[in-house]
């Protein structure tokens, strides 16, 4: 029993990180639960050595908090994995998945996946982020295509590149794209804060 408890801790941490190592994407096991650095910044402090002050998102519940880590400092790195899930539907709070390979069922709260549910398609594939046997939540491309489904016309005269409209998407979520773009086209969009990239 002793020996498999240590092992599931091998699994699910990686190697050691000094605060050297601490960059955004860095994943890391701070009390217990897996992190992603969002954000960092390196001081010095004198004589008291290097700082890094760190802005951290737990991947198991959403939470972001602000941790100052000193130059001594040892972490874990979390190993996390990532797995390929059909997107099955969303209702009031949870994703509902099918794994690839087992067929097994599985939810992901909405409150954990936020903004990005906008971006799931039904029936089609998505990357899901393990911790251990722990589905933690869905990772998106950082751009997708996507089918317009409503798009209202463009004003005459209106033709400045500058100029922008909100589209619908497949999935429901609005878009400002450009003018020209109409219903049927397909468009990649920027995951990360949902702006239009170009026409695919």
Same mark, same amino acid.
């Not at 390196?42 to 908090?65: D, E, F, P, Q």
């Not at 990005?116 to 982020?129: F, G, V």
């Not at 409503?150 to 999935?171: D, H, M, R, Y």
């Given at each position: ?57 737990? /991947?198991?519940?959403? !939470?972001?908090? +602000?941790?100052?880590?000193? *130059?001594?400092?040892? #972490? ?5 994995? =990532? ?36 971006? /799931?398609?039904?029936? !089609?594939?998505? +990357?899901?982020?393990?911790? *251990?046997?722990?589905? #933690? ?5 950082? =751009? ?57």
């Amino acid at each position: 029993m002793f020996v498999s408890c240590i092992l599931h801790l091998v699994k699910q941490w990686g190697s050691m990180l000094s605060i050297t190592d601490l960059k955004t994407g860095t994943k890391l096991v701070y009390e217990g639960d897996p992190y992603i650095v969002l954000s960092y910044y390196h001081s010095k402090m004198g004589r008291g050595g290097a700082v890094v002050k760190t802005k951290l998102k737990n /991947l198991r519940t959403g !939470a972001t908090i +602000d941790k100052t880590f000193q *130059g001594a400092d040892k #972490l874990d790195e979390a190993n996390l994995s =990532k797995k390929t899930a059909v997107f099955l539907y969303a209702d009031a709070q949870d994703a509902n998945f099918m794994d690839n390979e087992t067929y097994d069922q599985f939810t992901i709260p909405l409150s954990k996946i936020g903004a990005d549910k906008q971006y /799931l398609i039904e029936n !089609a594939n998505a +990357d899901i982020l393990y911790y *251990g046997d722990e589905a #933690l939540n869905v990772e998106l491309p950082i =751009k997708m295509t996507f089918k317009v489904v409503s798009a209202p016309p463009a004003v005459k005269g209106n033709t400045a590149s500058s100029v922008v409209k909100k589209v619908e998407i497949e999935t429901g979520a609005n878009i400002n794209a450009p003018v020209f773009i109409k219903e049927g086209d397909k468009i990649v969009v920027d995951t990360r804060d949902g702006s239009y990239v170009e026409r695919a």
